[in-house]
């Protein structure tokens, strides 16, 4: 079964920079499609990035484009999400995602990943 693990949340100003990482286990990752996604309190949970099996092609929502990057090391199983010039409304837990998938299409919603990590949160202070 797959497992996801995420690591590197915490408390930053506004302006500041994360490095989220998401270690998967249980199955082949480069099988698999990766995402990010971010929920803050009362609101819905939200595509942030993705990236396809091979690293050859990424997509972003339009409010973190020039910000953040995904990325993914495929022998050491995890992807990451650096994000720079954080701002506070990006206050949210934020979880990994995977899809068994080999497309180059990439999924930006949420009811295509059938793995998700437990979270971990993210914090901008202003």
């Known amino acids: 079964q797959v497992q996801l693990v995420e690591s590197g949340g915490g408390l930053v100003q506004a302006g500041g920079s994360l490095r989220l990482s998401c270690v998967f286990s249980?199955?082949?990752?480069?099988?698999?499609?990766m995402a990010w996604f971010r929920q803050a309190p009362g609101k819905e949970r939200e595509f942030v990035a993705t990236?396809?099996?091979?690293?050859?092609?990424?997509d972003y929502v339009d409010s973190v484009k020039g910000r953040f990057t995904i990325s993914r090391d495929n022998a050491a199983n995890t992807v990451y999400l650096q994000m720079n010039s954080l701002k506070p409304e990006e206050t949210a837990v934020y979880y990994c995602?995977?899809?068994?998938?080999?497309?180059?299409?990439?999924?930006?919603?949420?009811?295509?990943?059938?793995?998700w990590g437990q979270g971990t949160q993210v914090t901008v202070s202003s």
């Open positions: 990236i396809i099996w091979n690293g050859g092609r990424t």
């Open positions: 249980g199955r082949t990752f480069s099988n698999y499609a």
């Open positions: 995602a995977a899809k068994f998938t080999w497309s180059r299409i990439t999924f930006v919603s949420a009811d295509e990943y059938g793995y």
